[in-house]
């Protein structure tokens, strides 16, 4: 063998053994790596139980019993809480079993189109998902929120820029429909309406949402239209118009019928509403006495079946009933007054909301004026995020205050709706 031949298989066999020495060292690191992933892997699917010491479907069930306004410190018991608490198998376990609980959705001025939520039981209010549009720096109003099919549906209305600056802007009337699962916790867009509107009236009657109603470009007087939406087909569908156009109008579902009523209502010679029956899909004319007008944006709530209850803000805050037989109204009370610490007497405030949950009835946030006689003798503007409520059904009514609105909640209240499980 040749000098050259001997150097080659020297070569080559040492270029073997280093192969299989780098071989041996890369096969145990793979060895070592794979067990340490499999131990890893192994008791990341060793089965833990969401409630130790009980059956998974008893725990679920016990979770989903849970009222909304706990979520939030049910999330940070663990992560396996916070997993199951955020999953469709969660939502879709209390949907299948109609466990919403009870909820007060609130929207103010101050919130920037940000909606937040009320849990009575839990006494916590927490916001909402930011709400989708393509407006989300104007303001919204002149829509109406109403609760059906275990959901919050926000209903047209007029989007204008904040800034007073841009006040040469025309709002931007819509015909969109939003709505809110509670139980998945999302927004999402449903069908529009066929015809824009703003300040218009809207009432839930048997599962349905009438419209009528209301204001857009293209309508100096007001609008005569009218429609209804099915949220089992998501359609809407044209209705037989009013008889007569109304502009800014209050929807009011009394006996299985939408009263719509106009800005003039309270007034002695314009006490008429016109009122659609759903059965023949007719409308007539009434002629009614209602002691409220629309400066009260949420001024009217039914309790049970047929119990009215009304909000007169014409300097007394007056909280009124109606007597269904006769058609006369009383007063069952008024809404206190605003102790602010640092004013030496009780205002009243102006702007709030009025809801009705439960069988009790809500006056929330709302503006007041403060009195400053050490700065030259002005008003200072207080907006406020305090919660009352009372039960009618007990008089003198008593009021209690709930916990406050989360910030930056407080101020005139824009929206306003309840639902109840």
Request: aromatic share 10%.
């Amino acid at each position: 063998m040749s000098v050259l031949s001997i150097s080659l298989y020297s070569s080559f066999s040492s270029f073997i053994a280093l192969t299989k020495h780098k071989m041996c060292i890369h096969f145990h690191t793979i060895h070592a790596t794979a067990f340490t992933f499999l131990n890893v892997l192994s008791r990341e699917f060793v089965h833990q139980p969401i409630i130790p010491g009980l059956p998974d479907d008893l725990a679920l069930r016990c979770l989903a019993k849970v009222s909304h306004g706990y979520h939030g410190a049910l999330q940070t018991v663990s992560k396996s809480w916070r997993r199951l608490l955020s999953s469709s198998d969660y939502a879709n376990y209390k949907a299948k079993h109609g466990w919403i609980g009870d909820w007060l959705f609130v929207l103010t001025e101050r919130s920037h189109n940000h909606w937040i939520a009320y849990d009575p039981q839990a006494d916590i209010w927490h916001p909402l998902p930011k709400i989708p549009t393509s407006h989300s720096c104007w303001q919204h109003s002149g829509f109406s929120s109403v609760c059906v099919s275990n959901r919050l549906l926000v209903i047209g209305g007029s989007y204008a820029p904040h800034d007073p600056a841009l006040s040469h802007i025309k709002p931007v009337i819509t015909n969109h429909v939003l709505q809110f699962d509670p139980f998945k916790k999302q927004w999402t867009t449903v069908a529009s309406m066929q015809t824009p509107r703003s300040h218009f009236a809207c009432s839930v009657i048997s599962g349905k949402i009438y419209v009528a109603g209301g204001r857009n470009s293209s309508s100096t007087s007001g609008l005569k239209l009218a429609e209804v939406y099915d949220p089992l087909t998501d359609r809407w569908e044209e209705l037989p118009p009013m008889r007569h156009p109304q502009m800014d109008c209050l929807g009011l579902s009394f006996k299985c019928k939408l009263h719509v009523l106009n800005d003039l209502v309270g007034l002695a010679d314009r006490n008429r509403s016109e009122v659609f029956n759903p059965l023949n899909s007719t409308w007539c004319i009434v002629e009614d006495t209602w002691p409220f007008s629309r400066a009260m944006q949420f001024s009217v709530q039914v309790i049970g079946d047929a119990q009215v209850y009304t909000v007169v803000d014409w300097g007394e805050s007056l909280i009124k009933t109606r007597d269904n037989e006769k058609g006369d109204w009383y007063n069952v009370g008024s809404v206190p007054s605003i102790i602010l610490s640092d004013h030496y007497r009780p205002v009243e405030a102006f702007g709030y909301g009025f809801a009705a949950l439960k069988n009790k009835l809500y006056v929330l946030g709302g503006t007041a004026l403060r009195w400053e006689e050490s700065r030259g003798g002005r008003f200072d503007i207080r907006r406020l995020d305090v919660v009352r409520v009372c039960d009618p059904s007990v008089t003198p009514l008593k009021w209690k205050e709930t916990r406050p609105m989360c910030r930056p909640s407080c101020g005139s209240i824009l929206g306003c709706a309840s639902l109840e499980e």
